[in-house]
């Protein structure tokens, strides 16, 4: 078996979460966070769409993760993220980080929105 490190670009890998926080390239991170090429920033949740929206052209999907449970988010938020050209996906958090991980590993244009569990 050959083992290859992971080499995440520019942009952070999740290290893990817990109630209320994300540990995300090694730093904690209270509350609902975007991250991506761009780096890690707070997230004020579904009614800030700009930081979202402004990603157009630089990803390909956004990964929006719901909290604990998976969740439908505000159908206009969608809309305008779809019609820039985004693609997205719903999840709960840990499933979204996840996931994010993986994609990101594989060196994909991806960006990842979190509320925390």
Do not use: C, Q
Request: proline share 8%; glycine share 14%; aromatic share 6%.
């Amino acid at each position: 078996m050959r083992l290859n490190k992971v080499v995440f670009t520019d942009a952070e890998p999740i290290d893990g979460y817990g109630p209320g926080f994300f540990r995300i390239g090694g730093k904690v991170h209270e509350g609902p966070v975007l991250t991506g090429p761009k780096g890690t920033s707070p997230w004020a949740g579904y009614d800030d769409a700009e930081p979202l929206a402004a990603l157009a052209g630089e990803i390909d999907v956004i990964f929006i993760g719901t909290g604990a449970e998976i969740a439908h988010i505000p159908a206009a938020l969608r809309a305008r993220l779809e019609g820039l050209g985004l693609g997205v996906e719903t999840m709960n958090s840990p499933a979204a980080a996840r996931t994010y991980n993986v994609l990101l590993s594989e060196g994909r244009r991806v960006a990842l929105a979190l509320i925390p569990v």
